[in-house]
């Protein structure tokens, strides 16, 4: 079955540490891949996109992912953590729908 | 509107009782999805309405559940005879024609079935 897997549940960093989060997807063909960010209290947003080309993707506040085709995966991450960024995060991806398929979630936690 | 706009933003319901979400899309936005996000669970899809065609409703959990779309707008989430594990947040996205440059999400509507 087409699923993305996220492996990290939980994810505790201090301020300054670098952050990698895992995401993998079960399909062969042709995919789009995202990262999207929810913020306490907040609606979800589109943190970075994969469409074509350049495998790594660069998005907004210092993330960037990179799509490797050969280990289906697509791993956020960014060199040094704020505060700010303790939120929940999810990968999601287009496979062969027109709609998005969701992992479940990586709650990450900063610790200044 | 600027964004997804969800309505109410919480709902608390009796055990038994039928409840309607509704979404209102982005204006020009031909694509709506109703998702539901559950403690641990991630998103799971629940339906998908893109211009007049049939929608997607292969998500749907049990036949409780049914969505419409009127006009190509506006879009009413149902639940009929609510459960507790219907409790969740119930959230709705659009898109502009397709997913391909993905989702702007509204904020969503938590539902407490008590």
């Known amino acids: 079955a087409q699923s993305v897997s996220q492996h990290n549940h939980h994810v505790i960093l201090s301020e300054a540490a670098s952050l990698e989060l895992g995401c993998n997807y079960s399909y062969g063909g042709t995919v789009n891949l995202f990262w999207y960010v929810q913020y306490p209290g907040q609606h979800l947003q589109l943190l970075l996109k994969?469409?074509?080309?350049?495998?790594l993707v660069k998005g907004i506040k210092g993330f960037e992912a990179e799509f490797i085709k050969s280990k289906f995966s697509f791993n956020l991450r960014k060199p040094s953590v704020q505060w700010s960024d303790t939120a929940e995060y999810f990968c999601a991806a287009r496979l062969n729908t027109d709609k998005l398929i969701f992992g479940t979630g990586t709650r990450l936690q900063v610790f200044p | 509107g600027a964004g997804v706009s969800q309505s109410p933003s919480n709902k608390v319901t009796e055990k038994g009782k039928d409840v309607e979400l509704r979404c209102d899309p982005i204006s020009g936005h031909t694509a709506l999805y109703w998702y539901r996000q559950s403690l641990g669970q991630g998103l799971e899809f629940l339906i998908y309405f893109q211009g007049n065609s049939a929608p997607d409703k292969s998500g749907l959990p049990s036949d409780r559940f049914s969505a419409e779309r009127t006009g190509g707008s506006v879009s009413t989430l149902t639940i009929q005879r609510t459960q507790q594990e219907d409790s969740a947040v119930y959230l709705c996205?659009?898109?502009?024609?397709?997913?391909?440059?993905?989702?702007?999400f509204g904020s969503g509507t938590r539902l407490t079935v008590v």
């Open positions: 994969y469409f074509s080309g350049d495998p």
């Open positions: 996205a659009s898109s502009l024609s397709t997913s391909i440059n993905g989702y702007t």
